[in-house]
């Protein structure tokens, strides 16, 4: 008994697909599609953030008090060092070096967290990636969205310092928001390019921090630029000037320190924020895009 030959006997896989209009599963999704199933998905980031944020601390003793805790016990081990004993803030006021410290190190740590915490946004959620389908960006932005509340939550210990050695509210305290606004930009891009490279790499998780050390010096968290490197040529002190971390670090000491004033800032720096926020959201986000049907697999 013969069998009927199949009507789809000679054609290809994909001629198979599109007559039965399938798609392959897992698929890298449009860029525009894409978007519109990230806002989808906001509730899921927002409380993906708080629960990350409110057990980061869960087994200490002083729970969430370590978020103030922290970036303070680093400003006093960076003032005993860089302030005291290697006259670091040469120039300056100790009312003026106090301030510009604590705020340097704060604005740093909040792009050096996000840094730290995408890498790991793919690698450390293997099972969540896996298990479940969504869009792979809702985790290296959760985890951004998860430092920026961090940060506010201390930013009321820092305005507290601040306003303690002699700076008290003014317009200029405004210029905060979109500087923040920036720097969230600029630390979810990057975000994403290292969760991106973090996924494929897990050693770069070791390495993270020695970059981020080095960068931390770099961009004049502990020391003016500007005085520190007077008897350098000057394109080494535009060079760090220039880079995004002290870019970010310079608006929030001019926002909110009185005698931190605009010739201490490089020329055009609102508009060099922007560019660095822009530059590194967008092509951050593109290049995660990219990759988004590998993450995941082995």
Do not use: C
Request: overall charge positive; aromatic content about 14%.
């Amino acid at each position: 008994m013969s069998v009927p030959p199949s009507p789809d006997e000679g054609l290809t896989p994909a001629q198979l697909a599109a007559k039965y209009h399938l798609s392959v599963s897992g698929a890298r999704p449009g860029l525009r599609e894409y978007v519109q199933q990230l806002w989808g998905r906001r509730h899921f980031i927002m409380a993906f953030s708080s629960a990350k944020l409110a057990a980061q601390y869960s087994q200490a003793k002083l729970g969430q008090l370590w978020q103030v805790a922290t970036p303070l016990l680093n400003a006093l081990v960076y003032f005993l060092i860089f302030g005291l004993i290697l006259d670091a803030g040469r120039g300056m006021d100790k009312k003026v070096y106090i301030p510009f410290l604590v705020t340097g190190i704060f604005v740093f740590t909040f792009t050096q967290s996000s840094v730290m915490a995408g890498v790991r946004a793919i690698s450390g959620n293997l099972g969540l990636v896996r298990a479940l389908h969504f869009p792979r960006a809702s985790l290296p932005i959760s985890f951004s969205l998860q430092q920026l509340q961090q940060l506010l939550y201390s930013m009321g210990v820092l305005l507290l310092i601040v306003m303690a050695f002699g700076n008290f509210p003014t317009w200029s305290w405004l210029l905060v928001i979109p500087a923040l606004v920036l720097q969230f930009m600029f630390n979810t891009g990057l975000a994403m390019i290292m969760a991106r490279m973090g996924s494929k790499t897990p050693d770069l998780a070791q390495l993270m921090p020695f970059i981020m050390r080095t960068w931390m010096y770099a961009s004049g968290v502990m020391f003016s630029i500007p005085v520190m490197l007077k008897d350098k040529p000057a394109w080494i002190a535009d060079i760090l000037q220039w880079n995004p971390a002290a870019v970010y670090m310079d608006l929030m000491r001019f926002a909110l320190i009185d005698g931190y004033g605009s010739e201490n800032l490089p020329p055009h720096v609102w508009a060099a924020a922007a560019a660095w926020a822009v530059l590194f959201g967008v092509l951050g986000f593109v290049y995660f895009w990219k990759s988004e049907e590998r993450y995941g697999r082995g």
